[in-house]
């Protein structure tokens, strides 16, 4: 089992900036895909981002170019930068964590933290 804790979430105006942190502890394994998934009231959760051991990202369409994962692996932690923010980038932000050469663990995921987006 893995456990993580986010943090960084918030209430900021349009246009600006917000920074999640997502610290991993436990089982954790060699390689692993570390990211980011939004959901929205009435909304299906969704991918923000998400960054494998080697280094490789993949970004969810709605936040390219303004949305950078990086991750620091002495800390087991990845971080979520997000600029030029919208309204509908509100949204509950959930870190997830999976072994993909494990098939049969299942994902780990944080509590969440709430990111809103409003003047």
């Known amino acids: 089992q893995v456990q993580l804790v986010e943090a960084g979430g918030g209430l900021v105006q349009p246009g600006g900036s917000l920074r999640l942190s997502c610290a991993a502890s436990?089982?954790?394994?060699?390689?692993?895909?570390m990211g980011w998934f939004r959901q929205a009231p009435g909304n299906q959760r969704e991918l923000v981002a998400t960054?494998?051991?080697?280094?490789?990202?993949v970004y969810g369409d709605s936040v390219k170019g303004r949305f950078t994962i990086s991750r620091d692996t002495a800390k087991n932690t990845v971080y979520l930068q997000m600029n030029t923010l919208k309204p509908e980038d509100t949204a509950v932000y959930y870190c997830?964590?999976?072994?993909?050469?494990?098939?049969?663990?299942?994902?780990?995921w944080g509590p969440g933290t709430q990111v809103i987006v409003s003047s």
């Open positions: 997830n964590y999976r072994a993909p050469l494990i098939p049969t663990r299942p994902d780990s």
């Open positions: 436990g089982s954790l394994v060699r390689m692993y895909i």
């Open positions: 960054i494998t051991s080697g280094g490789s990202t």
